[in-house]
């Protein structure tokens, strides 16, 4: 993933693919740490996309006012 910009659609993408992998029937138990890792890694960054996003529709709207 890092050789990619990394935006919120593809991280989602990205966790959805790790999750279906660890939920699988047969996890590759020798990487099931490192993906668990970066599955939390992208959460992360998510979520201060997020609180970003929200912070700045929050300025925004102020000026409406």
Do not use: F, W
């Amino acid at each position: 993933m890092s050789d990619q910009k990394l935006n919120y659609k593809k991280a989602i993408q990205r966790i959805e693919t790790l999750v279906s992998k660890i939920e699988g029937d047969d996890p590759d138990v020798d990487n099931l740490s490192e993906m668990v890792k970066e599955a939390l890694d992208l959460l992360k960054y998510c979520k201060q996309h997020l609180k970003s996003t929200e912070n700045d529709l929050n300025e925004a709207l102020q000026g409406l006012e």
